[in-house]
Nanobody
Framework: QVQVVESGGGLVQPGGSLRLSCAAS????????MGWYRQAPGKQRELVAA???????NYAGSVKGRFTTSRDNAKKTVSLQMNSLQPEDTAVYYC???????????????WGQGTLVTVSS
């Protein structure tokens, strides 16, 4: 069973920083894209950042220049460094991965359970 688990959420003041981490586990052959989504109260889940196995990244316009995502292909982990956090960044952050298992023939989408980030003074 392939799964991803995220961690690192918490409470931070506006202007502060936080780093989220996510680890994939199970019988994994390859991971194409790993990324981060978030869902704020009363809003739809949205893409925050994504990174391919080759290192190509994509960021939401609202976080570009403040957030940075990186990954370690050998360890099957991805991180999200969040700087200059604002109250509008408050949300549950979810790790996501497009994964091919060792017995699979195609990629499947795997989601973590989420970690809460609260930005408040």
């Amino acid at each position: 069973q392939v799964q991803v688990v995220e961690s690192g959420g918490g409470l931070v003041q506006p202007g502060g920083s936080l780093r989220l981490s996510c680890a994939a586990s199970g019988s994994i052959f390859s991971i194409y894209t790993m990324g981060w989504y978030r869902q704020a109260p009363g809003k739809q889940r949205e893409l925050v950042a994504a990174i391919t196995s080759g290192g190509d990244t994509n960021y939401a316009g609202s976080v570009k220049g403040r957030f940075t995502t990186s990954r370690d292909n050998a360890k099957k982990t991805v991180s999200l460094q969040m700087n200059s956090l604002q109250p509008e960044d408050t949300a549950v952050y979810y790790c996501h991965a497009s994964v091919k298992s060792t017995m699979g023939v195609r990629y499947v989408e795997v989601w973590g359970q989420g970690t809460l980030v609260t930005v408040s003074s």
